[in-house]
């Protein structure tokens, strides 16, 4: 058993236990500045890491396996939640007990997410899920004087259990029939189960749990509210960290576990890929809230990378990783700026309403007018994030899409309705440039504001702030290199 592999894993649950243990004796007054001690230390860990990988090769009787797909998926996770611990750092006053809970509770989650990018094994597949989804339940309401956390965390809940239930009876149906869990093992039987109904239904239970981590049509019921709910920095982590998660699992499932089924369900993929980006799309058109926006904007997001996954090729692959490499500088930059702008204050309190019975913020698409006036950089970040998730050149948003369709379009002359798919795709990009520039039109053309006084962010921030632009610009204008780690973290599920 080599546990040099799992040392990314074990470096971060020491980490959290550290903090926590750190909680016991700190004063009150230096609690917040734990989550500044929790980003140096997976500063530590990812930089480590890069300068000396572990090496390739399984463990635990090849539940776990190291190779270029998880140390790709390992890192992006390891600098999201840096950049979501910063933003927890000034979203702290915000959270009247318990911060130093927060951070461990945000680097429990990302441990399970390290263990589901080696899953090769329907087991830790259920392990890594579980341990990402229950520390999830428990930030997500997180805010407890807050109504509207409460009922996030448990609608999440219940469908998350739902999931939970779903993927638990597929993986029994699968294992029944394949007698073994393990990817590789069930890689070289699967094919004589491909007019199999029961394994079918089972293979199809296990991807029904996962299109809820994705948030994919029909799975997507919990996004907006839960979104909307949830405290900005968990809404982050969820939209970047969880979201990456599912994928790296279903590339895992489709590509390593069941190729030969996976070629056979092309169509099936592709409904969901069109469906999910037209209703992502359509529903976000009519929101004010900004975090219910992005939640219906994930929504499209995923169908997005769907595309690439329903292309069943080695570039559709590469474009799912590309995307997501500039989904997280653009998605977190975005929720840094809602963090920092539209709740460094609570709005009034409405006590007539059910859903704010405690402490709520302002955020609704009116709030962000005069941001320009009030903070340069704010305005800066979250109008390149915006532009960037419509998928306007020079920003990463575009080439990610652009990559995506190329390998769809790829797959066209064998099967024409990957035509049909990207042109849907097409019809999502203009339309979300209508909701996406609607806030940017309240950030640099609202008249008369009601709030001009300038936002003051920390260092901190501002270091984040930029490195997010400067993600979003170099992934845009130069994606050479990131385009090359894509391909070599693919390489292992095509060969």
């Excluded at 390149?384 to 990463?396: D, F």
């Excluded at 992934?475 to 290199?481: A, D, E, Q, V, Y």
Aim: charged fraction near 10%; proline fraction near 4%.
């Amino acid at each position: 058993m080599n546990l040099l592999l799992l040392v990314h894993e074990w470096s971060v649950i020491a980490l959290a236990l550290a903090l926590l243990l750190a909680d016991l004796w700190l004063p009150l007054s230096s609690k917040r500045k734990l989550g500044y001690a929790a980003v140096a230390g997976l500063v530590v860990i990812l930089l480590y890491g890069i300068i000396k990988p572990p090496p390739y090769g399984t463990t635990f009787g090849g539940m776990y396996v190291m190779d270029g797909l998880a140390l790709f998926f390992k890192r992006f996770f390891i600098s999201a939640a840096i950049l979501v611990l910063l933003m927890s750092v000034e979203f702290a006053d915000h959270i009247e007990t318990g911060i130093a809970e927060y951070y461990a509770l945000i680097l429990f989650a990302l441990s399970g997410m390290l263990f589901a990018s080696s899953a090769n094994d329907f087991s830790l597949l259920f392990v890594s899920l579980e341990l990402i989804t229950v520390t999830f339940y428990v930030l997500t309401s997180f805010q407890r004087a807050r109504l509207a956390s409460l009922e996030a965390g448990v609608k999440y809940l219940i469908i998350g259990a739902l999931s939970t239930g779903f993927t638990v009876f597929g993986i029994a149906l699968v294992y029944g029939l394949g007698k073994t869990l393990n990817f590789g093992q069930l890689a070289a039987v699967a094919g004589q189960f491909k007019s199999n109904p029961v394994f079918l239904f089972g293979l199809l239970l296990v991807l029904t749990g996962l299109g809820f981590k994705i948030a994919a049509f029909p799975f997507q019921i919990w996004a907006p509210d839960v979104y909307q709910g949830a405290p900005s920095p968990t809404t982050a982590f969820l939209a970047v960290g969880s979201k990456a998660a599912g994928f790296v699992l279903l590339l895992r499932v489709l590509f390593t576990a069941v190729p030969q089924i996976a070629l056979e369900w092309s169509r099936l993929l592709i409904v969901i890929s069109a469906i999910t980006i037209l209703y992502g799309n359509l529903c976000a058109i009519p929101q004010r809230n900004i975090k219910r926006l992005l939640g219906y904007s994930s929504i499209a997001h995923a169908g997005y990378m769907l595309l690439g996954i329903s292309a069943l090729s080695a570039a559709g692959q590469s474009a799912v990783l590309y995307y997501l490499s500039g989904y997280l500088v653009t998605v977190l930059g975005a929720f840094t700026v809602i963090c920092i702008a539209l709740q460094s204050r609570p709005a009034e309190r409405d006590e007539g309403g059910p859903s704010h019975g405690g402490l709520d913020f302002n955020e609704d698409i009116s709030s962000l007018a005069g941001l320009n006036q009030r903070s340069p950089l704010l305005a800066a970040t979250i109008t390149l994030a915006l532009v960037s998730l419509a998928g306007i050149p020079p920003l990463a948003g575009f080439l990610g899409k652009f990559l995506l369709f190329k390998a769809a379009l790829a797959q066209a002359p064998a099967q024409h309705a990957y035509y049909w798919l990207v042109a849907i795709a097409i019809a999502g990009v203009v339309i979300s440039i209508y909701y996406y520039f609607g806030l940017i039109r309240a950030i640099y053309w609202s008249k008369d504001p009601a709030d001009l006084s300038p936002i003051r962010t920390s260092i901190p921030i501002r270091i984040s702030l930029c490195a997010c632009i400067i993600g979003m610009l170099y992934l845009g204008i130069r994606p050479n290199l990131f385009v090359k780690f894509a391909a070599d973290a693919i390489q292992k599920l095509t060969s």
